[in-house]
C-alpha cells in the first residue's frame, strides 16, 4: 500500500477525492446495470453503448450538475463573515439580487455534494462558486440536455430510430458547452484553472472533460450513419414510384 501511494498521485487518496470519483463510478453502473435490465440481447453493440452513454450522461447531469445548480442558487454566506471575501470564488455582482453574499459549493459546508464540487473547485475555481456562465450553461444541460439524454436512452430501448436525431442535438449541445466552458479560459492564459497537479490537469479538467467530446462525436458518427441510410431507402423508394 506504501508503494502505491508512492506512485499514484498523493490528492487521489484524499477522503473527498475518492468519494467523487467514486460516485461518477457509481453512476456508470447504474447505467450499466439499467442496460442489462432493459435491452434485448439482440441489439448491437454500438446500441448498447449508446444508451450506456446516455443514462450515464442523463444520471451525472441530473444527480452531480443538479446538486451543483442547488448550491449555486440555495448555499449561501454573507460576506461580513469572512475575514477574506477575496480568497473566495467568485460570485457575480447582484447576483440574485444580493449584493452581499457569496453563492455556490464554497457556501454548502460540510453537505457531501458541496465537498464534492469543491475539490473540482480546485482544478476549475469557476465552480466553487457562482460564474454566471457557468450557471447558465449548467441550466440549459440540467433541465434540457439531461432530459433528453434520458429519452434518447429510452427510445433505443423502444427501438425509436427517430432518437438518432436527438443523438446528434446533443452531441452538438455537448461539444458546445464544452467549448464555452473553456475558450474563455484559454483567452486569459487558464486564469481560473489549476494545472499544478495530476489530478486537477489529468483528471479532472483533461479526462473528465473529453469525454464529453469523444463520445458526442461517436455518436454523431452513428446517429448520422443511420439517418444517411434512411434518406438513400427513401430515395429508393421515391425512384421507384417514379418509374411506374
Avoid at 45 to 52: G, Q, V, Y
Avoid at 97 to 105: E, I, L
Wanted: hydrophobic residues 50%.
Amino acid at each position: 500500500m506504501d508503494l502505491l501511494r508512492e506512485t499514484l498521485p498523493a490528492d487521489l487518496f484524499e477522503p473527498v477525492t475518492l468519494w467523487s470519483l467514486g460516485s461518477t463510478v457509481a453512476i456508470l453502473v447504474v447505467a450499466y446495470g439499467l442496460s442489462l435490465w432493459a435491452l434485448d440481447s439482440t441489439i448491437s453493440k454500438a446500441r448498447r453503448f449508446l444508451f450506456i452513454w446516455h443514462a450515464f450522461d442523463a444520471l451525472i447531469h441530473f444527480c452531480l450538475e443538479g446538486s451543483f445548480l442547488y448550491h449555486c442558487f440555495f448555499s449561501w454566506i454573507p460576506l461580513s463573515s469572512v475575514s477574506n471575501p477575496h480568497a473566495l470564488a467568485p460570485t457575480a455582482y447582484n447576483f440574485l439580487g444580493h449584493t452581499d453574499r457569496a453563492y455556490g459549493p464554497q457556501a454548502g459546508g460540510d453537505a457531501p455534494m458541496a465537498q464534492l464540487w469543491m475539490i473540482y473547485g480546485r482544478a476549475d475555481r469557476r465552480w466553487a462558486g457562482a460564474d454566471l456562465a457557468v450557471i447558465s450553461l449548467e441550466l440549459l444541460t440540467v433541465f434540457i440536455a439531461g432530459p433528453l439524454a434520458a429519452y434518447v436512452s429510452y427510445g433505443i430501448a423502444k427501438k425509436k430510430e427517430s432518437v438518432n436525431v436527438l443523438m446528434v442535438v446533443i452531441a452538438t449541445m455537448e461539444m458546445y458547452g464544452g467549448w464555452i466552458t473553456f475558450c474563455p479560459e484559454w483567452l486569459v492564459m487558464n486564469y481560473n484553472l489549476d494545472l499544478s497537479t495530476f489530478m486537477y490537469k489529468w483528471v479532472y479538467l483533461v479526462f473528465f472533460n473529453i469525454l464529453w467530446v469523444f463520445i458526442p462525436l461517436y455518436a454523431c458518427y452513428i446517429g448520422i450513419s443511420d439517418m444517411n441510410d434512411a434518406y438513400a431507402v427513401r430515395a429508393k423508394v421515391n425512384a421507384s414510384k417514379k418509374a411506374k
